[in-house]
């Protein structure tokens, strides 16, 4: 078998919410593999400090302050991406928020905030992105979605609706970008350690159930999760697309 078909030497990938947690570890790991990495978040000194750490690693890196709910921040993104780097081969899409409240409590605002940006930010970024793409005749999308689009978890139905929509976006973008040699994925995590989610697992009771439920009787790592969307954006996972793969510890097994 050519390994070559593993490698990523030269690609550019775009990634966002990559001031922090799965997005930082993204753009470092996409780093390591030979990309040059375009990486966007509303934070953007936490931003410059993550593309400094990627020139470290000897890859271009372009940090671009971005509110993916806005039309006008993402189109400017792509742009910038384009005239930086020429194209874009990997879309990474990982921006995401959380709000943890009952579906009775949940206030109007706080649900638009939620979709808005993890479900209709996810479009925007991926019709920008797959424009270009289209246009390359080749591209490779990753949503980072949640086991909770598949599974429900009370108190985190906003959240829920919003991966679980994004997961149907996936099959659908998929379905529409299949000619164009363009593959759509989905990467559901289980739960890890991630700034989302830190305030959770404070309370040590709550990490303690949360273990007991999964199988592998530990919470997943960047390095559980990281290699999953090197090998998706590679060409060795060329005829995979419009799949959701959940890497859970066979929490959703259960």
């Not at 690693?57 to 189109?75: E, F, N, P, S």
């Not at 742009?79 to 874009?88: F, G, M």
């Not at 990467?187 to 040590?204: I, Q, T």
Request: aromatic share 6%; with cysteine.
């Amino acid at each position: 078998m050519d390994l070559s078909i593993f490698s990523l030497e030269g690609r550019t990938a775009l990634i966002t919410g990559a001031s922090g947690g799965l997005g930082k570890e993204a753009a470092l790991a996409f780093a390591d593999v030979g990309c040059d990495v375009v990486i966007a978040a509303r934070n953007l000194p936490a931003l410059e400090e993550v593309a400094a750490a990627v020139e470290r690693k000897g890859r271009r890196c372009l940090a671009v302050k971005t509110d993916i709910t806005q039309a006008g921040d993402v189109r400017r993104l792509v742009d910038q991406a384009v005239e930086r780097c020429q194209r874009i081969d990997i879309l990474i899409n990982n921006a995401a928020v959380a709000v943890e409240k009952s579906m009775a409590e949940i206030t109007e605002e706080e649900w638009r905030r939620v979709i808005n940006t993890d479900l209709h930010g996810t479009f925007l970024c991926a019709q920008a992105a797959g424009k270009v793409m289209i246009n390359q005749r080749h591209g490779r999308i990753i949503n980072v979605v949640s086991v909770l689009g598949l599974v429900a978890v009370p108190t985190l139905g906003s959240y829920g609706a919003a991966k679980g929509g994004v997961i149907q976006l996936t099959r659908y973008l998929a379905a529409e970008w299949a000619r164009y040699q363009i593959t759509v994925n989905a990467l559901a995590p289980g739960y890890f350690l991630s700034p989302m989610n830190e305030a959770r697992f404070a309370d040590p009771d709550v990490l303690r159930n949360t273990i007991r439920r999964i199988p592998m009787q530990r919470l997943a790592t960047y390095d559980d999760l990281t290699p999953v969307l090197i090998f998706l954006a590679s060409e060795a996972a060329k005829y995979i697309t419009g799949q959701v793969l959940v890497v859970d510890g066979g929490w959703t097994i259960l």
